[in-house]
């Protein structure tokens, strides 16, 4: 238990439309080794970019705390992203401190992969469970058109091969864009449907550079008629996961992330925070709590613990939803690079 913190802060935190605080995600960079074309596209984040010096960023010994705070206001699981969070040196050590946590029942990560052939086996042995791999397409020419820099899909493929060496859980997430890679879906899906779970992503108009727009969405239906065979759905395996599940003949398992055509906000118990301590309660939020001022400025647990219940009880977030009433299309929004998706 938290010194200052109430002890009734072990229920979960709940929201003005009941939902519960159970996931956090963490940002520990706003650095990537990719420019992908929805995330961080070249003409903004080119070699000129300024991106945040390493003192703005939250120490591992601040992101330990934070954490153990969101852990008393009902967190149980922990997904560290960035940017690409592999480019936070010594991040096994960062792992390793927050596995020691006290109700955290799951730790997993968020990358493109390029870095696990080297750092898998450290990962794993810090106590990380599970990974996500972001890999848009196994062909090299639509692959390096949406990474940005041209490269191969093998370099991802050899990630992937690394961390279930490594003994770790693997999911890959692919982007889903109409005229872009939608057409090699099933070439994708027949690479890697026997070694991962394989997650369908909606192209959603996150941040503010991305070109977002409705035309370029392929619905999950026509995903699923992409990838051939005849698919059957299965239950949710918890409130507030966010693919549809749908499984076939064979057993393999494909996720559909269906926030424009089909927003699950309803059942969002997922709060983000930035790697400069930020905390967004929506991935399409307009602004944050900053939590880093008042912990550099000496505040005690309790009292990060009470913004953090202020915040996340006021929170009345569902922008997915909202979007089919108005577009939105003018409001700015926080990048996903900050906040890791």
Known sequence: MLAGVP?????????????PLRDLRLSVTDRCNLRCTYCMPAEVFGPDFAFLPRTELLSFEELERLTRVFVAGGVQKLRLTGGEPLLRRDLPD????????????????????LLLPRLAADLKAA???????SLDSVDPEVFGR?????????????GIEAALAAGLGVKVNTVVQR????????????????RAVLRFIEFMDVGNHNGWNLDAVVPPREVLARLGGDFRPVDAQYRGEVASRWVDAEGH???????????FCGDCT????????????????????????????????????????????????????????A??????KVEMSHIGG
């Open 327 to 332: 577009t939105h299309a003018d409001r700015p």
């Open 146 to 158: 949406m990474n940005g820099l041209g490269v191969h899909p093998d370099r991802v493929l050899d």
């Open 253 to 263: 398992e494909a996720g559909l992330i269906t926030s424009v055509t089909r927003p």
């Open 94 to 113: 960062l792992i390793a401190r927050l596995v020691r946590i006290e109700g955290v029942q799951d730790i997993a990560m968020t990358t493109n992969g």
């Open 7 to 19: 002890s009734n802060s072990v229920s979960p935190l709940t929201d003005v439309l009941g939902r």
């Open 270 to 325: 997922r709060a983000r925070l930035s790697a400069v301590g930020v905390l967004y309660t929506c991935l399409f939020a307009t602004g944050g709590l900053d939590l880093r001022s008042p912990l550099r400025d000496g505040a005690s647990d309790g009292e990060l613990a009470a913004l953090l219940a202020g915040t996340w009880s006021a929170r009345r977030d569902r922008y997915s939803e909202e979007r089919g009433e």
């Open 179 to 194: 005229g872009v890679n939608d057409a090699a879906l099933g070439e994708l899906w027949a690479a890697l449907r026997d």
């Open 127 to 133: 106590g990380l469970r599970r990974v996500t791999v």
